[in-house]
């Protein structure tokens, strides 16, 4: 009897163990460390560069099972720059962003994937009312290093390509004015 219960007892143990192993870590995304910088080439000539920030949202990070880990983010349209006043302000309009009817895009992970040392995220991306899936190749996270009020952060790079006409974005603008693909590359830092 007092082997059986031995053997339960470890048995319980070792499992408990593993699971407090392949436990979770929540981060919450800091959006004044945090930007989506954006090209798209105009007229086939020159490139427009951009930035959005007010950047906000969720890692779920699981270190020993990264396919068991996600990401939502929201980022604010309205703080689109392409240090232009009158291009912002079109990019603002209903031609493009539309943030009065837009005022946020939203990006929900359905899958993370580790192959070769990297990490591919592909997840569901709504830009003015229009969702469709989008791959996601990252670089990191970091190692967790603490900042001065002693909480823990991290850091990411993402990058991505997106089809202008999957989300019916600009189409006033077809590819002889502006390409149709949009190159991203989203930095984020994120604390616990």
Request: charged share 20%.
């Amino acid at each position: 009897m007092n082997r059986r219960f031995f053997a339960t007892a470890l048995s319980a143990l070792l499992l408990t163990g593993a699971s407090a192993l392949a436990q979770t870590s929540t981060w919450t995304i800091d959006p004044n460390h945090a930007q989506v910088n954006f090209a798209v080439k105009h007229m086939g000539v020159s490139t427009v560069r951009g930035s959005i920030s007010g950047v906000n949202g969720t890692i779920v990070w699981d270190d020993k099972n990264p396919s068991h880990s996600s990401v939502q983010a929201t980022i604010n349209t309205a703080t689109v720059t392409t240090n232009n006043e009158k291009r912002d302000a079109h990019l603002k309009s209903p031609d493009f962003f539309n943030v009065e009817k837009y005022p946020t895009m939203t990006f929900k992970s359905t899958s993370v994937t580790s192959a070769n040392g990297k990490l591919e995220v592909v997840g569901d991306l709504t830009l003015a009312g229009v969702t469709k899936s989008v791959t996601l190749e990252v670089d990191g996270p970091t190692p967790p290093q603490k900042a001065q009020n002693d909480k823990l952060v991290t850091g990411l790079s993402v990058t991505g390509t997106l089809k202008r006409s999957d989300f019916n974005f600009g189409s006033k603008f077809g590819s002889p004015i502006l390409s149709d693909e949009v190159q991203f590359t989203i930095d984020v830092e994120a604390g616990k």
